[in-house]
C-alpha cells in the first residue's frame, strides 16, 4: 500500500525496490492496493463499502502480509493512507497480519511512522519493522530509483523482515512486535493470544 499517489514518489520508488526484492527471491506474489479512489470514509457505509473500498479490502484480506509505505505530510500521516486504513477497522481486514511501514522524506516521516504504528496496533495489525529514509531525493536516480547502496539494502532488509515474519512461531512473532510498539508506547498484550 503507497499513500503518495506522486509520480515521483520516493515513497513509491522505496515500495517499488521492496516489491522486487520480493520478487526476486520468488518468495512472493504481490497485489498493488491501489488507494487514488478510495473515497472518504463514512462510518455509514461501512457494511456496504464502494467497490474501490471492497477491492482494497479484498486485496489485504487477501494478504499474507503488507508493505505500507506512506510520506508525511505537515508533521503527520498523509491523510490519504489514514483514510484508507479508516475503511479497514470495521471489516478487521488488517488484524493479525504481519505488516512492515516504511516513511521516506525530507526527514524520514518519524511522525508518519509513529501514526501509522498506532493506527495499525490498534487495529490489531502486527507492525513487525520500519524503515525511516530521510532526504530519499540524495538517494535516488531520476528514471532509475534509489541507487544510494546504504539505503537499496535498508529497504531490501524491511522487505525481509516481513518475509522473516511471516513464518515466525506465534511467541517469536509477539516479541518482534514487541520490539517495534513498545517504543512508541503501545502494550503488546493488546494482540492477545497469536496462537
Request: aromatic share 6%; with cysteine.
Amino acid at each position: 500500500m503507497c499513500g503518495s499517489l506522486g509520480s515521483t514518489s520516493a515513497n513509491r520508488l522505496a515500495l517499488d525496490l521492496a516489491v522486487d526484492r520480493l520478487q526476486a527471491g520468488g518468495t512472493a506474489s504481490v497485489d498493488d492496493v491501489p488507494l487514488g479512489h478510495v473515497p472518504m470514509f463514512s462510518p455509514d457505509r461501512a457494511d456496504d463499502p464502494p467497490a474501490a473500498v471492497a477491492h482494497m479490502r479484498s486485496l489485504v484480506e487477501a494478504a499474507d502480509g503488507v508493505l505500507l509505505a506512506a510520506p508525511e505530510y505537515a508533521g503527520g500521516l498523509a491523510g490519504g493512507m489514514k483514510n484508507a486504513l479508516d475503511w479497514l477497522v470495521g471489516s478487521s481486514s488488517i488484524y493479525q497480519r504481519p505488516v512492515v511501514v516504511l516513511s521516506a522524506g525530507t526527514t524520514g516521516g518519524v511522525f508518519a511512522i509513529e501514526q501509522l504504528v498506532r493506527t495499525l496496533s490498534w487495529q490489531g495489525a502486527l507492525t513487525v519493522g520500519t524503515l525511516s529514509v530521510n532526504a530519499p531525493r540524495t538517494k535516488i536516480e531520476p528514471g532509475v530509483g534509489f541507487v544510494d547502496a546504504e539505503t537499496v539494502q535498508r529497504i531490501e532488509d524491511w522487505a525481509d523482515a516481513l518475509v522473516a515474519a511471516m513464518s515466525m512461531s506465534p511467541e517469536s512473532l509477539l516479541e518482534r512486535v514487541a520490539s517495534v510498539v513498545v517504543p512508541f508506547g503501545i502494550d503488546p498484550a493488546r494482540f492477545g493470544d497469536l496462537g
